[in-house]
């Protein structure tokens, strides 16, 4: 799973994103599905229909021919009075002949729409084969599972401490007590309830077997229907991935401090970063424990500073432009970290009026019910005095969930620990994914992947290798995809820069025209 950090483009300067947009980074190479215009069939095809039932019209998804479909699957299939949920299905028809299994496309999150919030696959990935995105409960169907309550609680001067969690699980608690008076079973937007999902789309469009092409989160969908459906499944290609077995308890405060070790490492090697800072890591600690209250007229909070660090660590280009912006405060120019505060309160302020997410209650209920242990004290523990930075995501987001924050029943054991498999696997992943650290994968997701292979890209976070090195990926993954070859021969180092060629505090000055003086702000007594 992957949160949006803040990423600055220059002409992306008024659109400050935070961590809590809770946005996948998008699975393939392409323009964005929210440009598509669907062509769903009338609401009157859909009467008289049953569950596993797939009403479907042709039209185009980008360049390709599209069935644009409304599949009906029951709310909770543990009941056998439940209601039926109209959950959208996407598919793209092979351009020639079809000669090789379809690939399900699984975007991560949660929190995510699987229609809506990825790319398009390249061309050639059509010619022979459909494409096929089946949307995600809770988001791609007529029950949106939206939060404002946890939105609303979120806008406050220290997120991260005892009190302001406590206010956001409160909260949560009231988002998940409204949606269930509103007739929605909370119960029923779960892992497993999509594993059923893709499995009836398959069985509704006819297919044998299906091969997976699926990031962060997305990954564990697809491991679970392969343990679930192994037969069913032709290959899987997974980027960014993570085992059932730890399900969303990847970002713990020792390996983040581990991966920001290897970037002190890199900094040290670089002659021209040294000279700014002998110890990058140590100026991080210093520029945190002294941070002002704010910079010229704009606030800046430790806490939020210490989120945005989390989602702009989880590619190398954003871990640049933060360490850049802790050296230019160390020495006395605080305004690329007054931008990330000062980017969280923004966000916040959107979320509230974006038809499209942020879906927390789809994130929470997929993310509880996968067994994160809700009496953890999870406030505590992902905020160790020693560490440099703590895991603030956690803190933030299983500590709100916690305790009563969101309750639900937790799926059936299996779907909730590592089990083997012998589908054919490839999986991609960066050493510096903060998100899904490999190290986790290595030690508890491969010795259970049986006709799995691991490659672990030089220098890349959480699955940015797709957007920077495109041709290699999509190379990699026709190879696998059709020929069973795992070749990885065209992907490059990632050679980390960091002397970014645009700066946050740049970016800052474009935003606050009015604050010119990069000079130091009103340190606190």
Known sequence: MRLQGIRLARTEVLRVKALISLVAVPLVVGGSSRAQVPSFPPEAELKGKHAGDLVAKLGKYGQTDADWGFLLVPENRNKADSRLLRLTVVRQRAAAERRFPPIFNLVGGPGTSNVWASGDLAPAFHEHNDVVRVGYRGIDCDVELKCPEFTRALQTENPLSAEAIVATRRALQTCNHRLRAEGIDIDGYNLAEVVEDIEASRKA????????????????????????????????????????????????????????????????????????????????????????????????????????????????????????????????????????????????????????????????????????????????????????????????LWGAASLGGWSLQVIPKPFRQNADSDVESLILMGNFDFSAPVEYVEAELMPHLKRGRLVILSNFGHVEFIKKQPDAFNHAAGRFFYEGVVDTSKFTHNQVNFQPSETLQDQARLLFPTQKSPNAGDRPP
Do not use: C
């Open 205 to 396: 469009f006819g297919y044998e077997r299906i091969s997976f092409q699926a990031v962060s989160w997305g990954t564990q969908i697809a491991y679970a229907y392969a343990m679930r459906y192994p037969d069913r499944v032709h290959r899987m290609l997974l980027i960014g991935a993570g085992g059932r077995g730890r399900g969303f308890d990847l970002w713990h405060p020792d390996i983040v401090d581990r991966k920001l070790r290897l970037y002190q490492d890199l900094w040290t090697a670089d002659p021209t970063a040294k000279t700014r800072t002998p110890d990058i890591l140590a100026t991080i600690r210093r520029v945190l424990s002294g941070l002002p209250r704010e910079w010229r007229t704009t606030r800046i909070s430790r806490d939020k500073v210490r989120i945005a660090m989390w989602g702009m660590l989880g590619d190398t280009n954003g871990a640049a432009q933060l360490f850049d912006a802790f050296v230019a405060a160390d020495n006395g120019d605080y305004s690329g970290l007054a931008l990330l505060s000062w980017g969280y309160d923004e966000e916040l302020k959107k979320e509230l009026t974006r038809r499209f997410g942020p879906y927390h209650g789809e994130f929470f209920s997929k993310v509880m019910s996968s067994g994160l242990d809700p009496q953890r004290d999870w406030v505590k523990e992902m905020d160790p005095e020693s560490s440099i930075i703590g895991s603030p995501a956690a803190k933030l």
